[in-house]
Nanobody, 122 residues
Framework: QVQLVESGGGLVQPGGSLRLSCAAS????????IGWFRQTPGKGREGVSC????????HYVDSVKGRFTISRDNAKNTVYLQMNSLKPEDTAVYYC???????????????WGQGTQVTVSS
């Protein structure tokens, strides 16, 4: 069964950190660019960061530049999103997905995880 599973979400105070993981099963993740998305009620889905198959190309949306770091460990079939200096506006459900390529359009998302909730609040 092909699936992506996100983990690592939770409740954190402003200024805190979380590391999200996106683990693949049933397929080899290293053949795919991977994107992280987030969604809040009333807002559309937003592409947050993406990474190419070999990590040679990485993109961040402006609102997270300098605070979030995406990485991948193909040996572990996992992609990570390290989130530092978290702000209340980062509160959302975070999803990972395979992409057609890593660029600012986050094109052709195909396989999706179930999402993990991130809440930034004091």
């Amino acid at each position: 069964q092909v699936q992506l599973v996100e983990s690592g979400g939770g409740l954190v105070q402003p200024g805190g950190s979380l590391r999200l993981s996106c683990a693949a099963s049933g397929f080899t993740l290293d053949k795919y660019p991977i994107g992280w998305f987030r969604q809040t009620p009333g807002k559309g889905r937003e592409g947050v960061s993406c990474i190419s198959e070999s990590s040679g190309r990485i993109h961040y949306v402006d609102s997270v530049k300098g605070r979030f770091t995406i990485s991948r460990d193909n040996a572990k079939n996992t992609v990570y999103l390290q989130m530092n200096s978290l702000k209340p506006e980062d509160t959302a459900v975070y999803y990972c997905a395979t992409l057609g390529m890593c660029d600012s359009a986050y094109p052709d998302p195909d396989y999706w995880g179930q999402g993990t909730q991130v809440t930034v609040s004091s």
